[in-house]
């Protein structure tokens, strides 16, 4: 480490301490601090801690709510129990959710809100779950409240489902609502941020070998966020056609194991595994079915989740396979942090699992939720250095390759430019081209008089007046130590002289200590031919010297 290094390291750890000092003293807020409402007027909520009567069939049970029981046969249920005689504060309404069941509710005997039967158009719709908000009648204090539940499937998450029952105002309602989904509304709004940030980034800006890799991770994210916000309900507050709300929630956790499906397959290493373009395409078959099914009447979308639930625990397996399969390969699979991401999922997807069907169906989510921010985060971050490191490798390149066919001395294109774009020309087979020879008299003469440093001189004024004489009708090289070349396609030989004879004047009127000449010898053909137009150039060329030779040794002006 340098001293500028170190010198940084220490003028940044102050901040990195402040911040650490700030990050301690919020979260001692968060935990230990009391909770007003000083800045708003916020109504009291409350659940109803009393005892229902609960019936079904023949069954009756008394209990206090939430609570579950066993309804197979999808028995109507009555909860049953007296309203409070007075409350500490401000109360109107109740508020009940419903799960995929149609709700009556009565006081005192009469009969104050229906949700309705289930919507049939545009096709057969369940019930969906939602929250139920009803105004109380007034003087509800002390009289009977009677909660019916008709359950739409034998499922136990539906059919044995006793939600609890609040109190409160509609305000109040709407603040519990939010309060409660605020955590995961605002995970899900970081994630379709998040993803269109990735999507985006992939598709227009990082390196092409991480386009699919990133905008199908940015996809997901998106989808993942869409779920979580649903899940959240907060949507609810805003939305009146529950059906579309409903539809969305079940579609978005159904796409969820297809992109991160489509994610892996951006992979080679995973394309390489037919089971893993299999499982993409069942994944789109199966859902494809179950829309099939559920708008034909087949088959409600809540009902068929079973199918998307066993095809995640597939895709699972699928995963672990894979990796494992990876780490015995021959050739070791260098993205460590794939791997790390994806077991992160693997891992977090079975607790949820576990949670779901074997401990606590309400409290489920949670551990999902943090293991797909955490995956999406992750990978998003690395595939964005990665594409970083690939753009840098590029451009590295690109500049290599640019110094490569580049000539050190003059800044012109250089013979191996020549060879490239010869060969180019000759796969065009049947292309105009010019090809113009240059050799420079004299140089020996000027090394040795001058320098060399005069001759490299000699040599970048050359090169300069050729530049400016035929760039704009074609392409100069240096290709050898005094040897120069033009390469010119779709030209009339016509304009290519003139050009060729204003360059030669331009070399007569130069002013230097040590005399500047050229022979040139130009030819023209197709570009299928482009070794016998050069040497035929070539050959022009050195006629050309020859006589200018014999004209020095005319004159006495007697140079090599």
């Given amino acids: 480490m340098n001293r500028n290094d170190k010198a940084r390291k220490y003028r940044d750890l102050p901040l990195g301490i402040l911040g650490v000092f700030i990050l301690v003293i919020f979260i001692l807020l968060f935990v230990l601090a009391p909770k007003t409402t000083r800045g708003f007027h916020i109504e009291e909520t409350s659940r109803m801690r009393n005892e229902f009567t609960v019936s079904w069939g023949s069954q009756k049970q008394t209990m ?46 009469e009969m104050i809100y229906d ?16 929250w139920n908000s009803v105004r109380l009648k007034p003087g509800w204090q002390g009289e009977e409240l009677k909660i019916e539940i008709q359950p739409m499937f034998a499922q136990s998450a539906v059919s044995g489902y006793l939600p609890a029952v609040y109190l409160g105002s509609e305000s109040s309602f709407l603040y519990m609502v939010l309060e409660n989904g605020a955590l995961a509304a605002g995970q899900s709004l970081l994630l379709i941020l998040l993803g269109l940030y990735f999507a985006f980034m992939g598709a227009f800006f990082e390196h092409q070998k991480k386009t699919d890799s ?38 978005t956790y159904d796409l969820m194991p297809i992109f991160i499906v489509r994610f ?37 979308l809540f009902r068929t989740q079973i199918a998307v639930q066993i095809y995640i625990m597939v895709s699972l397996v699928c995963f672990i396979i894979a990796l494992i399969s990876l780490r015995k390969g021959k050739k070791r699979f260098q993205d460590r942090r794939l791997i790390h991401g994806i077991w992160i999922l693997i891992v977090s997807t079975i607790c949820e699992f576990i949670q779901f069907f074997l401990i606590n169906r309400g409290e489920s989510g949670v551990i999902l939720r943090m293991g797909l921010l955490i995956f999406i985060g992750y990978l998003g971050i690395t595939l964005m250095q990665e594409g970083r490191k690939l753009r840098a490798g590029d451009y590295e390149t690109a500049a290599l390759a640019a110094m490569a066919y580049k000539d050190g001395l003059t800044g012109m294109a250089n013979r191996a430019a020549y060879e490239a774009d010869k060969t180019k020309l000759e796969g065009q087979q049947n292309t105009a081209v010019i090809v113009m020879v240059a050799d420079m008299n004299g140089l020996k003469f000027i090394n040795d008089q001058y320098g060399h440093a005069s001759g490299d001189q000699a040599i970048c004024t050359v090169g300069e007046m050729m530049q400016q004489a035929f760039d704009q009708i074609g392409k100069s090289y240096r290709i050898g130590g005094d040897e120069f ?76």
């Fill in 64 to 109: 206090t709510l939430p609570g579950s029981i066993k309804n197979p046969e999808k028995e109507v249920i009555t909860m049953t129990t007296t309203l409070p005689e007075k409350t500490e504060y401000s109360v109107n309404s109740i508020l009940v959710y419903s799960r995929q069941s149609r709700i009556k509710i009565y006081q005192a005997g």
């Fill in 115 to 130: 949700s309705g039967e289930a919507a049939t158009t545009p096709y057969p719709l369940a019930y969906g779950s939602f």
């Fill in 214 to 251: 990133l905008c199908f991770l940015g996809f997901f994210a998106i989808d993942v966020g869409a779920w979580m916000l649903l899940e959240s309900h907060v949507l609810q507050l805003f939305m009146s056609r529950l059906a579309v709300y409903s539809f969305f929630e079940y579609i």
């Fill in 264 to 300: 892996l397959l951006s992979y080679e290493e995973f394309r390489e595994k037919k089971y893993m373009k299999l499982l993409y395409y069942s994944g789109i078959a199966i859902v494809l079915a179950l829309l099939l099914a559920a708008i034909t009447g087949h088959g409600y």
């Fill in 485 to 560: 070349c033009v390469l010119a396609e779709g030209i009339e030989m016509e304009q290519f002289e003139k050009v060729c004879q204003s360059f030669l004047r331009n070399m007569e009127q130069i002013q230097s200590e040590y005399p500047i000449e050229v022979a040139i010898g130009v030819e023209h053909g197709v570009s299928k031919n482009m070794d016998d137009i050069f040497k035929s150039a070539d050959a022009t060329m050195y006629q050309c010297k020859m006589k200018m030779k014999e004209e020095r040794n005319h004159t006495g002006r007697n140079r090599q």
